[in-house]
């Protein structure tokens, strides 16, 4: 389940500061080393939380030049809370029956 892939990537307290710093960064992205320095981690932790972050398809990546931009993608988020809305929504109408 796609719900559980997302949740699982921002439940890691690193990985949920990252994706917010990416979100706020918008529409713009984020080297990896500008990201730590905004999280306040080490850079070669990233590389793995980035990872992650974009198997769960929350991160996007770009080449430039030298560096590695990345970007927040919030479809899969917006999908999430959908979803949640939704399972919230038929909780709310079980109990009112």
């Known amino acids: 389940m796609h719900a ?3 949740m699982s990537a ?3 307290a690193s990985r ?3 994706f917010v710093a990416l979100v706020e960064a918008l529409p713009g992205g984020m080297a990896s080393s500008d990201i730590a320095a905004a999280i306040g981690t080490t850079p070669n932790t990233m590389s793995a ?3 992650i972050l974009e198997r769960a398809g929350l991160v996007s990546s770009e080449k430039i030049g030298r560096s590695v931009i990345y970007r927040a993608e919030t479809d899969p988020v917006e999908g999430l ?3 949640l809305a939704h399972a919230c929504q038929r909780g709310r109408k079980a109990r009112v029956s």
Do not use: G, K, N, R
């Open 49 to 51: 939380h980035l990872a």
């Open 10 to 12: 921002l439940a890691q």
């Open 16 to 18: 949920f500061s990252a």
């Open 81 to 83: 809370s959908d979803f």
């Open 4 to 6: 559980l892939t997302i």
